[in-house]
């Protein structure tokens, strides 16, 4: 048995000199919050990394999604996949706004944008695509549907940080995309996220949102919460920013040992970079088929589990088949994702992962077969 555990991920961090050296300037200034210094400064970079015109930073990919919903004033209902995690149905939801399911396609997991259109109704404002484990959405499509319908398209892009397609930055398609920056992800700020917007009134009625909903120092015209990015966050952000290229260069490592060791294999998916993308390595998910594999999803994840590795039934259960909508959703209505949901399996994979634990995980998951 391995003498250390190994998670699913493990946080990127800078070393520990550099950051306590980023925030000396945040003891000299006292400024820890409401949009300083260290906040503007990411702002900046980010914009320039990611290739977009317009960025707001949040707390945390949640409170971008649900605000950036509310900032689009939308009713009615969201098209958007079950195949995710918790927090882009719930985003939906606390909007005031119905989900309507769509199937994913079987290739690489996104919604499937050849279905999207018969769920259109009198009642749909907005597509809310997933870019899943990295996989690109098929945006041509999707923004084909949106312009016929008149509908907003809110891409959550919390997989996808860095990824361009098509040699554009991901964060400039659609009307706008949610980055995630939470500690699990490619970058992290420990908490926090942003979005990505293409109409400056979206911004300007974004800035009011996370800040209580105040215009200035002695207006309020708005209904807002507080989900300002503090200057700690902000700090860590531009820190890993500066070693996030080589990051993803020890992932794409990581990915292609998986690759090397699990490609081919009856009965095992691999997950198989997209053609015009420039990828980021975020997860490596694998699907098992146990009829030709020779053993459960579950089962290789408790013999992957003996051995003190921890990988994640990612995603599953399915949004449309959470306990806390009970009743309201049926996920037999997305055959596709049930099916992926329950044979998925995503296998640990961070930048400091040690290539030799790569092969031993890909052995331990080959010998799970029983034949």
């Not at 899943?132 to 008149?150: H, P, S």
């Not at 998916?269 to 997209?274: D, E, G, L, S, T």
Request: glycine share 6%.
């Amino acid at each position: 048995m391995s003498k250390n555990k190994i998670l699913v991920t493990r946080s990127s961090m800078p070393p520990f000199e550099e950051y306590v050296n980023e925030i000396k300037e945040i003891w000299e200034s006292h400024w820890l919050t409401n949009m300083g210094p260290k906040h503007n400064q990411l702002k900046e970079k980010l914009k320039d990394y990611l290739g977009v015109d317009n960025i707001s930073l949040f707390t945390n990919g949640h409170n971008a999604l649900e605000l950036c919903l509310q900032a689009m004033n939308l009713n009615g209902e969201v098209i958007t996949t079950p195949f995710t995690f918790a927090s882009t149905t719930h985003a939906i939801v606390r909007n005031g706004l119905t989900p309507v399911f769509c199937d994913i396609d079987p290739k690489d997991y996104t919604i499937d944008a050849d279905k999207i259109e018969s769920l259109v109704t009198d009642k749909t404002s907005a597509i809310v695509p997933v870019h899943i484990y990295g996989n690109i959405c098929n945006i041509e499509k999707i923004e084909q549907i949106a312009y016929k319908y008149g509908l907003k398209v809110i891409y959550d892009a919390a997989h996808a940080f860095g990824i361009k397609y098509k040699g554009k930055g991901i964060g400039n398609y659609g009307d706008a995309s949610i980055f995630s920056f939470h500690a699990t992800k490619v970058f992290n700020t420990i908490e926090g996220g942003a979005v990505c917007y293409r109409d400056e009134e979206v911004g300007r009625t974004l800035y009011q949102l996370h800040d209580f909903g105040i215009k200035d120092a002695e207006t309020v015209n708005g209904i807002g919460t507080n989900a300002k990015m503090n200057e700690f966050c902000a700090a860590m952000g531009i820190c890993n920013l500066r070693y996030i290229d080589a990051e993803i260069a020890k992932r794409k490592k990581v990915y292609e040992c998986y690759m090397d060791n699990l490609s081919g294999i009856d009965g095992l998916r691999v997950n198989v970079i997209q053609s015009d993308t420039v990828p980021n390595y975020s997860y490596f998910p694998v699907v098992i088929d146990e009829k030709i594999f020779g053993a459960t999803r579950n089962e290789v994840m408790d013999n992957l589990m003996r051995n003190d590795i921890y990988s994640r039934k990612y995603f599953y259960p399915l949004t449309n088949a959470f306990d806390s909508y009970h009743g309201r959703f049926n996920p037999l209505q997305t055959p596709i994702a049930l099916h992926i949901s329950k044979r998925v399996l995503t296998l640990p994979m961070y930048a400091d992962l040690d290539i030799a634990e790569v092969k031993r995980i890909s052995q331990i998951i080959r010998s799970s077969a029983n034949k």
